[in-house]
């Protein structure tokens, strides 16, 4: 049986810039089991299409999701990338605390 997710990569990559916008991209790359390569094409895509803001901390960048952008599928297209990213911190917390 093949693996898959409902998630994209780039919702993974977003749900970990949520939770900490200090990470680093091999950090990131790590937790999403993607290359740092693909980890930079991702966050530059998202940074272009205004889902994440990027700011340089010194030698560091971080990252400020864009909570009120569209989701950009016409299924999902009425809803925020805020709205995704409070369903699936709820659905960490319910796991964590069970």
């Not at 970990?16 to 990470?23: F, N, Q, S, Y």
């Not at 990131?28 to 299409?49: D, F, M, N, P, Y």
């Amino acid at each position: 049986m093949a693996e898959w997710t409902f998630l994209t990569n780039h919702s993974h990559v977003l749900v970990c810039l949520a939770a900490d916008p200090e990470l680093r991209m091999r950090e990131i790359a790590e937790r999403v089991g993607i290359t740092e390569r693909a980890t930079q094409r991702i966050i530059a895509e998202l940074v272009e299409g205004g889902y994440l803001l990027k700011e340089r901390d010194g030698r560091r960048n971080r990252y400020s999701v864009v909570g009120s952008a569209p989701l950009r599928h016409p299924v999902e297209v009425e809803h925020t990338l805020g709205e995704l990213l409070a369903a699936v911190a709820q659905s960490r917390r319910s796991a964590s605390s069970a």
